[in-house]
């Protein structure tokens, strides 16, 4: 006896998400931060993982919101309130919070990994966020 089964994918589940879809999901932490990124000296200041950072970014966190809010978690543990949006078609954040306005170039964004470039920050700044 043969017998055949069909099975339909779901299309709602097919539909790639969108960079706001991406963004917002879920809270991001530090994978990796790199300073003086832009010149001969760039410096590998924090690794997840790794016991030897000269900057400790283990308890950093962001959360964006689809709202345009977001919640930050500093190194020192401190909750930091701000807002946040898109630039350039999508291709930069722009963030203000009360430590300042911060523009940063979205290099890679998937479900799992955002890598982000800031020309401006300590020479600099390249980092990878990933989800805790």
């Not at 960079?19 to 003086?36: G, H, P, Q, R």
Request: aromatic share 10%; hydrophobic share 25%; proline share 2%.
């Amino acid at each position: 006896m043969t017998s055949l089964v069909s099975c339909k994918k779901d299309s709602t589940n097919d539909a790639p998400k969108t960079k706001m879809e991406l963004l917002t999901s879920k809270t991001w932490v530090f994978d990796e931060y790199i300073t003086n990124y832009n010149s001969s000296t760039g410096s590998l200041v924090y690794k997840k993982g790794k016991t030897s950072n000269s900057l400790n970014l283990s308890v950093n966190s962001t959360k964006f919101n689809s709202d345009g809010t977001e919640t930050e978690i500093n190194q020192n543990g401190q909750t930091v309130n701000g807002t946040w949006q898109f630039l350039n078609n999508e291709t930069q954040t722009k963030t203000t919070n009360p430590v300042g306005t911060f523009t940063s170039t979205i290099i890679t964004l998937t479900e799992n990994s955002y890598i982000w470039y800031d020309a401006t920050a300590n020479n600099g700044t390249y980092a990878k966020m990933i989800h805790p």
